[in-house]
DNA sequence: CCTTGATCATTT
DNA sequence: AAATGATCAAGG
């Protein structure tokens, strides 16, 4: 039986080395050997995967807004995947800034430096796999390619060139090729200061940066193909 | 309230 | 069946 590290991964093939230990592994072994409970679903506990693989590759938990691994610059998505690989779910980047956005590039946003380097863990997430029966997958380490740095530019500037113009209320999850922007709060009642249309303040609700499934899916694909050793 | 970890539940 | 909009928990 293994045991979860006690301390983040000095380097990125230390990291590389802990991810790959967990394929094929479940759930449920990984959390009886870090002595956690296993929830029959994932209504009351979202993020519980996430904070299990975190504990196995030795990331520090807390909600920092950085890195999961700063000291290799190194974000880590658990994403959920069907019995074909394709994601279940889109995956949250980061919160959206409502307000102050005057001249804020690309460059330097955060959905930039978020997905500047992440380390993509695939596990299973079909509804009829019990949590604990659910399989980890072969990690991804991933740096968008100049396509899809192309497309997430485009849809980062359209969707802060609509808020900044004072028409967040007016986005849907439809708006952006490859990301999305959708609620992101505790619930409805939560509020924040926003820009309305006339260039007033008003109150909404939080929004957050979301990738899209096929998005994420070309990512996986891609390594199947181009990886030195996807499997491994 | 904000940010982390995401999945749920209803609509389309 | 897929996508959108809503929601749950914990740390700060």
Redesign the pocket.
């Known amino acids: 039986m293994m045991q979860p590290p006690d301390s983040p991964p000095s380097s990125e093939q230390q990291l590389m080395l802990r991810a790959s230990a967990l394929a094929g592994l479940t759930l449920g072994e990984l959390a009886d050997w870090a002595g956690v409970a296993v929830p029959q679903?994932?209504?009351?506990?979202?993020?519980w995967?996430?904070?299990l693989?975190?504990r196995w590759l030795g990331a520090e938990?807390?909600?920092?807004?950085e890195q999961?691994f700063p000291e290799l610059g190194i974000?880590?998505?658990?994403v959920?995947i069907d019995a074909l690989g394709k994601p279940?779910?889109?995956t949250?980047v980061?919160?959206a800034p409502l307000t102050g956005i005057a001249g804020q590039r690309w460059e330097q946003s955060n959905v930039r430096h978020k997905l500047a380097r992440v380390l993509w863990l695939p596990?299973e997430?079909s509804?009829d796999i019990p949590p604990g029966q659910r399989r980890v997958g072969a990690p991804v380490l991933w740096s968008p390619n100049t396509d899809e740095l192309l497309l997430l530019q485009q849809d980062w500037e359209e969707l802060m060139d609509m808020i900044s113009l004072g028409q967040v209320e007016q986005i849907?999850?439809?708006v952006g090729q490859v990301l999305?922007l959708?609620?992101?709060?505790?619930?409805?009642k939560?509020?924040?200061?926003a820009i309305g249309s006339h260039g007033q303040p008003i109150q909404t609700?939080?929004r957050?940066f979301y990738l899209?499934?096929n998005f994420t899916q070309n990512i996986l694909l891609q390594h199947l193909y181009l990886s030195e050793n996807p499997l491994a």
């Open positions: 679903d994932f209504r009351r506990e979202k993020g995967t996430g904070q693989i975190e938990a807390g909600s920092r807004p999961d974000e880590l998505k658990t959920p279940l779910e889109t949250y980061c919160f596990v997430g509804r849907t999850a439809r999305q959708r609620p992101k709060a505790a619930n409805g939560a509020l924040t200061q609700r939080p957050g899209r499934k």
